[in-house]
């Protein structure tokens, strides 16, 4: 019972990690400016003051924000086209 | 007490390195079309990384180069020329080629050097490191205990390699009686396998705990201090292990999820205030036992969440004489964030309830610990629900502050040694001097039936992200 368990928990884990090349695709087209037709501006807004007060964009520099949406992709289960699309918002925003 | 969100710090790395040089001419030579072949190649690679190299930075390396390339092409015509001169010319006239074109490539070579350093300021290079965090100082004062004020600090490291990979640790510092307690609070490693799927082994934050997870960070937290529930044995903190997490867009909706394996806690069995507990920060794997858990969320819409939770793992104890048991923690979490127009505006309702079985164990079997041997059935629960509202739209005085109103509870078994039963009704009004600085007050209204006497607190608290 365990093994299958492991087998489908592998199987599934496989499957969904093969969906890189969706991810590649769209890596591929990183600044995009919108995901699923929402303003990127307005996808910072709602993903961001979900749990905190957003932060002024010139807290951070370009770079600084590139790293600061990582840790928040994964922190608050962002998609990468989400996160790409909010980190491309907040660098090409006036500093 | 945990922080997230701040700054600063970048450091440079990935330099492009010098090129050698060399003492003969012909060992020059190649250095110098190869230096200028690999500063051909910078602004490729520059734009690959995304490198802010301004239009002016690279008209002026462009310049450069092609001064350079106008260089070596004269080097070549009078490298011919010298050739053709030698070759006509009796032996004892023919010049020194390698005083002559040793001074011209040196010359050449500190040219090329010059560029390269140029270019190695403006190259950002792949690895990017910030520090973020909280800090935080608080007064507080409880019936029946001496009022204290008290500081924490809490610095979070963030290296992100690559675009995915990332390093993430937070250090937190905080006095407690006569020590500064440190305590690592995570340190873990995620790597992106695609845009829906994140991998993550370390020290990382338990996803069904999501206060500990999302509010934690006294820059974000509300109030001052942290509800019932969540750090009193119900719910782990923290899990040492592998994770898989990540979102699914379904619509206007997304399934967020996060499912992990760690080492299983440990079962509390030698301490007389204690027993029956989990003691989650269990780093070392007692009995080979391992946790399973993880937590479903759907955020139906931006702003409203609801999640549920679970984590299973036999746990044992390696003192106090027990035998080995199962435990089982389940939690369910709602976060709504609205804007009313009506109301002028924002309302925050957070809530969590946690319970937890651990199976049927006789503590203290011999009664050598004084407590035993004892027996209970082993529930607890705990949870908190929170609502605030900050008027944004009244005026640019009001709209810094923010009113909360948080109930929690928390209970043992009336039977388990260290029994509690506790509630606790908070008022609390915020000032926000910056979006990321927050001053707090508090009010707790405490209620235990255990017998032991209630707790009522006044606290001020100031922090801020870094």
Redesign the interface.
Known sequence: MTKKLLILAVGA?AL??G??L??GD??TSAQSSEV?GIDPAKLWA??C????????VK??????W???V??M?????????EARAIAAFLQSAEQ | MRG??S??G?RHGHHVGAAPGGGRFSGKFRAAVAGLALLTALPVGAADQQA?VTRAEYDALMKQMMALQKEVADLKSQQAATAKAVAAAPASAAPSPGKVTGKTFDSLQGQIDEVKSITDIVN?GDT???I?GSASSTFSTYSNTPSNFGATFAPIF?W?LN?KL?V?SEIEMELEDTSTIVNLEYADI?Y???????L?AGKFLNPMNIFV???E?N??NKLPDTPLAIYDGILPESNVGVQ??????IGPS?L???GYASNAPRLIADDSEAAGQLQFDNFTSLSDYKAYGGRL?LEVI??V?AGYGVQYANVTANTGGVGSTSSFLQSVDL?V?RDSPALKGAFTLLGQYAWSNVGDVTYDPNGDLGFGPTNFTNNRSGGYLQLSYRPKRLSDFLNRFEFIVRGDMANAPSSAPGAFDERRLTLGVDY?LT??TVLKAAYELDERTNGEPNQNGFLLQIAT?L
């Open positions: 884990v969904m990690a969906l890189d969706r991810a769209a890596s699923a709602q993903t003051s979900q749990c905190h007060n957003m932060r002024p807290a951070y520099s370009k770079d600084e590139g790293v600061i990582h840790h992709r994964v922190r608050a289960n962002l998609t990468g086209s | 997230w969100q700054r600063r970048m802010p950002p990017k490191f910030v973020a963030l992100q675009d990332l993430e995620s992106e396998l695609n845009d829906y799927m994140t993550d997870e999302r509010y960070p820059w974000i898989l997490r990540g979102a699914v867009p997304r967020k999820y996060a969320g931006p702003g969440e976060e964030k926000w979006s990321f992200g």
